[in-house]
């Protein structure tokens, strides 16, 4: 119901004709931590082999440096139904990569990461993902009916409860436009998703055009991961504004055993990928 | 332990006060009994609050809501005084050797016409003795004066402006009172529940101030007859309708213009009330070519006709609705609906009694046409209540009677909109409750300087059945992860059906309430109150501002009643012969059983919001101070408050810290400092002046303290729940009203209000939100500021 909030906020916007602008605020400054992204995601069709874990460190809220990788960790990944063992070499920018990883559905993972003498683990079973049954372009839906944007289709399996995470991002954008998905209320339906981009001049953001490019990433997701996008995405994109919950910590799946304070950001998963690209005609 | 104790120490002092009752009884029986109907000269309309008087006696009484009032005293000849802020006080002499009724009608004092009038909690004379404290109470006269954002007269905006009673910021709903929720306000509309108070998000409210005769509003020492909220009760009453001649008021303003018609009916046994108010920004939007639209109307009537001297029925209804267009992609409407029939009957002169029967309904409609989907929620009362008074001699009123509500919960449906809609049908759970209660309340004058107000609420709610229920394991719909340390939902083991028949649960509680005022003088007095108020409805809001969406739910099963306990001790004083008056007050209240939501919550469409909620508490205090000056060419007040309004919520059953690690938390309605100043000038007979000057401290809101890199994106990380602050709020308003030459003998009366809202035009944080730049990637703090400055004209008619 992201929406709901989004639309309350610009029907606010709109009656009052209010301003918004860029203000400087003190923002209050917390402990660094070390962020684990271990997003091991297996594109359909192939190995699934080559994969990257990235390590960094948390920074004060208004820095602008993005030289942040964490390195000399040691960082392992183990199927522990079978107890194969991958280990993630330290490419000493903050990634960690290997070309030796294994996925098999349904199977459970566990990772450890060993950062500044501290130990920290997470788990997750691998999901498999539905295909995305179509990728179309049209005007006529979305929020504006002159303006383009890209739909993404796909058929919900009825028999279970499914998550999902749906990415697209325009090729020359920076950030993505992300979406967290439960079959709940769509279950055994055709569901339709789509991206549009409303001009902004403020900031700067023009509507696609013939021959843009945008990238789309379909992932299934465990239900716990399902939470902890749902709560990313929704303070990713309104938190503070009137109409959204009271912004809190995010809390993943990684575990500090050494110094349980001391609580990493970000998450370990391990999912079936659908990956593709659409270009605007 | 200790603090259950403590609780029922009210009962017993209440107990103590009934004995000392029966000794006040016995001098009641050779009294004489003058009672009668104050109605306005001009209208018809009955008074409220007109302070009756024996002169050089301390014998008198206030006129009820409807008007009516009676006095006892002793054989012998005294001077009668009937006096009401704004209007020419009456004395007659009467000679007391019968029982006997005198109707008066009281006429308006034209030089004070355009005073700005917040009268005292009753007027002057009755001020220091009466017991009631924390009340505010606003002539509709003095609401008209004030200046106003695009010239829209906002009842629930000018009691913001009073000591103890603040928003959620500009473009938010509802209001707060004392550091409570604002589903903690009960609001009644003609004794009707109103359950969304604001139209356009915020902007205005429901109240149509032409149709409005009088409002009350209860910050504590809410009297016994109200009940079933903890934090306040605003009483607000419509006009009956011009009984003396037909009358048409109205005006024309930017956003909305505005009808009334009101005049005598059946044979001039009664009068009615029509009004209506509509928006039309939303057509001078469609024609600047903005696709999305939104407006609101309502309607009040009212019409009442007397049976005999001694019946009097009333029949008053509202209707209001906002609607939203998105450009057709999405679409919303919500609104109150509520009517009421009242009986009036005076079954002898000291002994008059009022049956209502109510119905109240809110219901929220929203369709998004992408999805192909509407959304439909309500909730629903029907409610009947016989209230009584009985004027038992000067010294000893009684105030009795019983209510009962039935209320329905849709808390929402789902339904798919066309055949290719990817969403299922869905009904959540409809809920069923019986809210009864019954109380009484004596007013008691224990010496000539002391008097007492005590009584005593019982209320019952019966959750009653005719839904499942889910059951968890170890009764945990939610359970504290000690490694991941977050609260997580629990899936259900099972549910329990509950037939229409059975109860789910039930509560009761004993509501004891008391007041105390002591009169040091002719001039001061102290009062001390002590109230205990039980709400069982809850309103389900985890976003900083409620928005018109958010379902109301019953206590049950998972939800319990929450619990005030409020006191307050305070200080009046009239000076220089009533032209200024000074009120303070300080208070302390608890809340038990205050609900807050776990990191993460979520709660559209959601049937178990058990798995989305602990259990907590919350307590408020502060001080209020409000110096007035009444009297003059120049009135207006300087109102204070210093105060403090936090939570605590543990983790119970779920286990873990609770919210914020069980540490107390501001809630988003403390605001430590809230300084207004208003006045009001009179020129000439021409032109008068307004203007308001408002000082707060800004919301609680949390802040991030950090960011980290995930999925490309900066992600905010946030610690303590309401730790910061936005910038203070501050605004200056100007207002001028012309009074064009009227002739006497004509009828059309008109008049401009020239507003400038925000002088200053200070760009006053209504949020700050953080996030990235699009272009740039660098995050930001954007700040939205509702209303910059803002000029109006508004056109009023009497006609």
Known sequence: MKLYHKILFIFLLLISASCTDVVDVDVPEGPIRLTIEASLDWEKGTTGNEQTILLSTSTPFFDNQQNNGATGATVRVTNTNDNTEFVFEDQNNGRYTTSSFIPVIGDTYSLEVIYENERYTATETLFPVTDISSITQSKDQGEDDEVLEVNVSFVDPVDEENYYFLRFQGRIDLLPELFYIKDEFINGNEADFYYEKIEDEEDNIVEFKPGDIVDIVFLSASEDYYNYLQLLIEQFEGAGDPFSPTPVALVGNCINEDNPDNVPYGYFRVTEMVKSSYTFE | ?799
């Not at chain 2, 009210?10 to 009934?18: K, T």
């Not at chain 2, 934090?231 to 009808?259: E, M, P």
């Not at chain 2, 992609?329 to 209502?356: E, K, M, P, Q």
């Not at chain 2, 919550?601 to 502060?622: F, H, P, Q, V």
């Open chain 2, 1 to 799: 332990m200790k603090k259950k104790k403590q609780r029922y120490k009210p009962i017993r002092l209440l107990i103590g006060l009934c004995l000392l009752l029966g000794s006040t009884m016995a001098h009641a029986q050779s009294n004489f009994t003058i009672s009668g109907n104050v109605t306005d000269k001009m209208n018809g309309e009955t008074l409220f609050g007109t302070s009756i008087f024996l002169e050089g006696t301390t014998i008198g009484a206030i006129t009820n809501e409807y008007g009516f009032y009676s006095i006892s005293a002793p054989q012998g000849s005294y001077t009668l005084v009937f006096s009401h802020m704004g209007y020419k006080e009456i004395t007659m002499e009467v000679v007391l050797d019968k029982n006997q009724k005198i109707n008066i009608e009281i006429q308006e004092s034209s030089t004070q016409l355009d005073e700005v009038e917040v009268t005292a909690e009753e007027p002057e004379r009755a001020i220091l003795r009466k017991p009631e404290m924390s009340v505010s109470k606003l002539n509709i006269k003095t609401v008209k004066q004030m200046p106003v954002v695009l010239g829209e007269v906002d009842v629930i905006k000018s009691l913001q402006i009073l000591p103890g009673v603040t928003n959620n910021g500009e473009g938010s709903s509802g209001f707060h009172v004392r550091g409570g929720a604002v589903d903690q306000n009960l609001v009644l509309l003609d004794e009707a529940i109103i359950y969304n108070t604001s139209h356009m998000l915020g902007f205005f409210s429901v109240f149509n101030a032409d149709a409005v005769k009088d409002l009350k509003l209860y910050k504590g020492g809410i009297p016994a007859k109200f009940g079933g909220r903890v934090s306040s009760v605003l009483d607000v009453r419509q006009k009956d309708g011009n009984s003396k001649n037909f009358a048409l008021t109205g005006g024309v303003g930017v956003i909305s213009s505005r009808l009334a018609a009101e005049g005598p009916m059946f044979n001039n046994k009664g009068s009615f009330l029509v009004a209506g108010r509509g928006s039309y920004a939303h057509l001078l939007l469609k024609l600047a070519g903005e696709k999305n639209s939104v407006s609101f109307y309502d309607l009040n009537l009212k019409t009442n006709y007397s049976l005999n001297k001694n019946n009097k029925l009333y029949l008053s209804g509202y209707f209001g609705r906002d609607v939203f267009d998105f450009d057709g992609s999405f679409s919303s409407s919500y609104g109150n609906a509520s009517g009421n029939l009242r009986w009036n009957h005076i079954f002898n002169d000291r002994l008059f009694s009022n049956l209502s029967l109510i119905y109240s309904k809110y219901d929220y409609e929203l369709g998004i046409d992408d999805f192909d989907f509407d959304w439909i929620s309500s909730i629903k009362n029907y409610n009947a209540k016989y209230d009584l008074k009985y004027y038992f001699s000067d010294a000893f009123k009684l105030d009795f009677g019983i209510s009962t509500i039935k209320y329905e919960f849709d808390p929402g449906q789902i339904k798919p909109t066309g055949p290719n809609s990817a969403i299922n049908e869905l009904q959540l759970d409809k809920k069923r409750a019986l809210e009864s209660a019954a109380y009484i309340n004596a007013e008691h004058k224990l010496t000539d300087r002391l008097t007492a107000q005590y009584g005593i609420r019982f209320s019952h709610f019966n959750r009653m059945g005719g839904q499942p229920i889910s059951e968890y394991a170890n009764d945990q719909p939610l359970v504290y992860n000690n490694t991941l340390r977050f609260y997580q939902r629990t899936d259900p083991i099972g549910e329990t059906t509950f037939k229409k028949s059975e109860s789910i649960e039930t509560f009761s509680n004993f509501e004891p309430r008391l007041a105390l005022a002591y009169q040091l003088n002719d001039y001061s007095s102290v009062k001390l109150g002590y109230s205990r108020a039980a709400q069982y409805i809850h309103l389900l809001s985890n976003t900083s501002s409620v928005t018109p969406l958010d379902v109301w739910t019953p206590s049950g099963k998972y939800i319990k009643p929450q619990l005030s306990d409020q006191y307050a001790l305070g200080y009046f004083r009239n000076f220089k012969d009533k032209m200024y008056s000074l009120e303070t007050e300080v208070y302390y209240k608890t809340v038990d059983n205050r609900i807050d939501y776990i990191d993460g919550s979520d709660l559209i469409g959601n049937n178990t919001i058990e798995t989305e909620i602990l259990n907590g508490e919350s307590r408020a205090y502060g001080l209020e101070v409000l110096l007035r000056k009444n009297e003059g060419p120049f009135t207006g007040w300087i109102s204070y408050t210093l105060s403090k309004s936090e939570q605590r919520t543990f983790g119970g059953n779920a286990g873990g810290p609770g919210i914020n690690n069980g540490d107390w938390y501001n809630t988003p309605f403390d605001r430590t400092h809230d300084i207004s100043v208003t006045g009001a000038y009179q020129l000439n007979d021409k032109w008068s002046f307004g203007s308001n000057v408002i000082f707060q401290t800004g919301r609680p809101v949390t802040y991030p303290n950090g960011q980290y890199q995930y999925e490309g994106i900066s992600i905010a990380s946030y610690s303590d729940r309401n730790a910061d602050r936005l910038p203070a709020y501050y605004r200056l308003d100007v207002s001028a009203t012309y009074k064009p030459n009227r002739r006497p003998d004509k009828k059309w009366k008109g008049e401009w209000v020239f507003g400038i809202y925000n002088v200053l035009n200070r760009k006053n944080a209504a949020s700050i939100s953080f996030g990235q730049n699009f272009e740039t990637g660098a995050n930001e703090a954007t700040r939205t500021a509702i209303f910059g400055i803002v000029p109006s004209v508004t056109y009023n008619f009497k006609f």
